[in-house]
């Protein structure tokens, strides 16, 4: 097989200057002009490989090469070709890179399929322009609704739907059902995480998705004057938090992969060095494989959390807000992908996604599995975001064994 | 003895009419329109009362009765007559009207007294429009320096000199001496604090003024996402920063009184609930009575941050900005206020200062000592600043009473 390592190159350099934001990195928002021109130029590429392609109505682009014995049997596979604001180049588009390289080579090298093979360049997972997110794989499972969007606008008060018919999309009719020939989704995408440097693997085989609970929490008590106010006669509300993250944190560690529990946001008033703070908002995100898991720690902490203020006196509002449950990826889509890697000798991992990502919203609907290559550092949703050449290089390859093995065998 | 409640209320509601904010409570900040009004008025008043009344060249202002015996002894007294920004109108004020009330019944009732009386308003204490604290009480007593403020300015670009100049004050000489006539200072203030409220206390008999260590302290780790970083690969800094919090709260609870430590700034970044926080800053407040106590247990603390930082592969940086020693009060004046609570029944106890106060500048240059009156809810710097005009009224009585031990027997 081929060494991607220049076709790869060649075609990210491409499509990355297609929304390279001047304040750095990548900035392609939905239904913008920059957006626009990568799908329109996406198009032109599918087309000169010499697949057929098509836009949806609300703009996902599809590219296809028809399956000679099962032509109603589709392969389908791909990521968004939406970014944050100042994003990487590789968050979203790649998976749209991998599967066009990985079909263009299947194609060049053994002709046509036996199924029918498609990468499709999403419209929208970020919910960076609009507060709407998946919009692009919830249109092709027929899961988003339109009255979704109808009154939603981007901070320059712009409509969804106004922008969508600029750019030359509409709504799709919601009464046509979901179409019934994919027998796959394949995404490959870069970790986002740390997990594959750490422990210097190549390839990760993801086989679930997190679920998610997010939450903001209030806790109240009374801002006193910090020199007069004897430790006796507080209600530090900052001190509580402090009893909270602590202890919650422990307890995350003791019981360990794959939960993750963070609280990402402290926001005390009046916030300043000499008075005892009498109201503390903080946030807090619990992520966890199985549902039951997810479920049992959370109501843990949640009481724990409640206990802690009672204890100190502090009154605590608990909101939550975000309640996703996890997604298991297609057993024997993660068989057939772990099966490669070991005849391949790639030294790979079994792992779950902690980030959300397109496969979340098709695994319900059909088999659906995920590839993972390295993030150095960890780093995503910033400029700073890579993954070595070689590994790009080699997840794509690995994309094409896959896609081999479910497009072109019988 | 009288009752002060009526001669404080006209009083004080004529005085806090100069300077009620239109925005809430009181602001009177140094060299305003607002502060002269009342430093001018306060002088009228003065005079009407037949106190020989006069500004220093900066602008503090004296109420005088000459002593008969020992005129050349002079026991002074007062407070600031400057606020905050929507401030409340006893902090400060009260010590003023507090003394003038005491030496106008005492003249009254006993006539001329062996010993000068004299009531100071103080120009500044709070540092509220110009950074620089205690201006009026540091140029008495001859530590002002007129290089502090030569180059300073408020919020709207006003000079420090250009303020004082149009309010028709000027720089004292620095070359003359401190006055040598002041036998001891005394002053009256709220408590800014619920200790006496909690204990249903009316009098507090101050016995030191607390020093005060102030810290910024900066925490570095690594910004990462919070789904897809495992626990055991993370620096986060909100973690270190709750343990540090927690475990030194708790330490300080265990010392107990004097000793309070406040951890009342807490800003992390991103702050943002799907990202492990990479960096946060903090303060932290010490304060004790006590020198070496206050010098122990800050360096533990100190070591403590740094230990807990290595542990969690954090780095961290300690900046102490501000270091200011205790000031014990006079231990004659103390017991004098302790007796004369003693044999008026008083319901008092011996308590110390966490706030500031401008008796810590004449403490090192002359005998000083302070008594508190309640705060309720220990609410200060506020429109809601309040005590009740019963403790007010008391609290003038016993002052009166200290006077006249002091300026009355030989």
Chains 1, 2 share one sequence.
């Not at 491409?14 to 021109?37: H, K, N, V």
């Not at 087309?47 to 057929?52: R, S």
């Not at 791909?78 to 066009?100: C, K, W």
Request: proline content about 4%; some cysteine; aromatic content about 10%.
């Amino acid at each position: 097989m081929i060494n991607f390592t220049e076709r790869y190159s060649d075609f990210s350099k491409w499509l990355s200057a297609i929304g390279s934001d001047p304040t750095g990195g990548m900035t392609r928002l939905l239904y913008t002009d920059e957006w626009l021109a990568a799908q329109n130029g996406l198009k032109e590429k599918f087309q000169k490989a010499g697949f057929e392609a098509k836009f949806d109505e609300v703009g996902n682009l599809f590219g296809r090469v028809e399956g000679s014995k099962y032509p109603n049997e589709t392969i389908l596979s791909g990521s968004h070709i939406d970014t944050v604001v100042n994003g990487g180049n590789l968050d979203g588009q790649y998976g749209i890179e991998a599967a066009f390289l990985a079909i263009q080579y299947l194609k060049e090298k053994h002709g046509q399929p036996l199924r029918s093979m498609e990468v499709v360049s999403l419209a929208e997972e970020e919910g960076s322009r609009f507060p709407y997110v998946f919009w692009g794989s919830k249109n092709i499972v027929g899961i988003a609704k339109n009255a979704d969007v109808m009154n939603i606008q981007d901070k320059k008060e712009t409509k969804f739907v106004d922008a969508m018919r600029k750019a030359g999309f509409d709504f799709r009719d919601e009464k046509k059902p979901m179409r019934d020939d994919i027998k796959a989704f394949i995404e490959i995408h870069i970790e986002q995480g740390n997990v594959l440097e750490m422990e210097k693997k190549q390839i990760g085989v993801v086989n679930a998705i997190v679920g998610q609970r997010r939450y903001n929490i209030i806790l109240k008590g009374q801002a006193n004057h910090a020199g007069t106010t004897p430790m006796g006669y507080r209600k530090d509300t900052v001190y509580g938090f402090s009893k909270i993250c602590y202890e919650s944190i422990n307890k995350a560690k003791a019981v360990g992969d794959p939960l993750v529990l963070t609280f990402g946001r402290v926001e005390p008033k009046p916030n300043t060095v000499n008075v005892v703070p009498g109201y503390t908002l903080f946030t807090m995100d619990c992520r966890h494989t199985d549902k039951a898991a997810l479920v049992a720690f959370t109501t843990e902490i949640e009481e724990d959390m409640k206990r802690i203020a009672k204890e100190l006196g502090l009154e605590i509002e608990i909101d939550r807000w975000m309640d996703e449950d996890p997604i298991p990826m297609d057993k024997k889509l993660v068989e057939t992908f772990e099966a490669i890697c070991k005849r391949d000798n790639y030294n790979y991992r079994v792992m779950h996604s902690g980030a959300g990502h397109d496969s979340q919203i098709f695994a319900p609907k059909v088999p659906t599995a995920m590839l993972f290559v390295p993030s150095i550092k960890g780093i995503s949703h910033n400029p700073a975001e890579a993954t070595k050449l070689e590994d790009l290089a080699e997840g794509i390859k690995v994309f094409a064994e896959a896609f081999y093995e479910l497009a072109y065998k019988d």
